[in-house]
């Protein structure tokens, strides 16, 4: 059955300098193995930069995107802010060797840092597939809203690109571990560390964890560098099968 390599990399993203981000991250993968599927933080080329990051920082920052994938012959993901009905998205783009791009607007919204104000809301759940397996794709403050991420048996893999506060490290930690055991699935996070353009402090907790909530590789804290973990789908395949919780899931359908 099939197997996926990723690389999950973590680092002190530069505020508002896309230029010197893009130099942080080949300085970062220029030895890192080979792989299916490298994930970069949350507006990995801005820092949370609501109000000031343009529309012409966006577009830096999808064609990097698109560049890397071609080098690397991998799929690049990570999180932009890019213009959109007078405001911004907070977009995942998924990004293919060959240019294809998939993509996904985060749905839940920071209301402390008043996000809404500058960001519209996600209206769509998305699965992404690669390697026989299915991805479902979200960004940082989507992982308190389990609803929204609940499986339906659906994919076997979330994913999550953040710029999650040191401040509520705890609860990231906590959350990652709860969504790998409730919904069976493998869990690979990306976060950044460093002190972002606001004075927010962050210090990583970059990690895969398994379908049973446990850590099968990580990036230490406070720390720049990239991870590889190989997920396996017979091991997940064959969990499920001796231990079908799914399978007692309550049925309910989303609104939008």
Same mark, same amino acid.
């Given at each position: ?13 530069? /505020?508002?300098? *896309? ?14 193995? @080979? ?22 920082? @966006?577009?830096? @920052?999808?064609?990097? $995107?698109?560049? $890397? ?11 932009? $802010? ?8 907070? #977009?995942?783009? /998924?990004?293919? *060797? &060959?240019? $294809?791009?998939?993509t996904y607007d985060k749905r839940h919204l ?39 991420? #609940? ?9 999550? !690109? ?9 609860? /990231? &930690? ?12 493998? !869990?690979?996070?990306?976060? #950044? ?13 970059t990690v895969a964890l398994d379908y049973l909530?446990? *850590?099968?590789?990580?990036?230490? &804290? ?9 997920? &396996?789908? @017979? ?12 399978l007692d899931a309550d049925r309910f359908e989303?609104?939008?």
């Open positions: 059955m099939s197997t996926l390599t990723v690389n999950l990399a973590q680092y002190d993203i530069a /505020w508002l300098a *896309p230029e010197q981000n893009f130099i942080r991250i080949d300085k970062l993968i220029e030895s890192m193995p @080979a792989c299916d599927l490298l994930l970069l933080p949350e507006t990995f080329a801005t820092g949370f930069a609501l109000q000031q990051a343009t529309g012409e920082q @966006a577009l830096q @920052a999808v064609a990097f $995107l698109h560049q $890397l994938a071609k080098r690397l012959q991998c799929v690049v993901a990570g999180s932009v $802010l890019v213009s959109n009905e007078g405001k911004k998205a907070n #977009r995942f783009y /998924w990004v293919w *060797p &060959d240019g $294809l791009e998939q920071f209301c402390l840092g008043n996000e809404g104000e500058y960001v519209t809301q996600g209206e769509a759940r998305k699965i992404f597939e690669i390697n026989g397996f299915k991805l479902l794709p979200q960004v940082c403050y989507d992982l308190r809203f389990p609803v929204f991420q #609940r499986s339906k048996n659906d994919y076997d893999v979330m994913v999550n !690109v953040a710029n999650w506060p040191s401040a509520r490290r705890y609860a /990231w &930690d906590t959350l990652l571990r709860a969504r790998a055991i409730e919904n069976q699935c493998f !869990v690979l996070a990306t976060n #950044r560390i460093g002190e972002d353009g606001k004075g927010v402090a962050h210090n990583g907790g909530g446990q *850590p099968i590789a990580h990036v230490g &804290d406070d720390e720049s560098g990239v991870v590889t973990v190989k997920l &396996d789908k @017979a091991n997940l395949v064959e969990f499920k099968s001796q231990f079908p919780a799914h989303l609104t939008f």
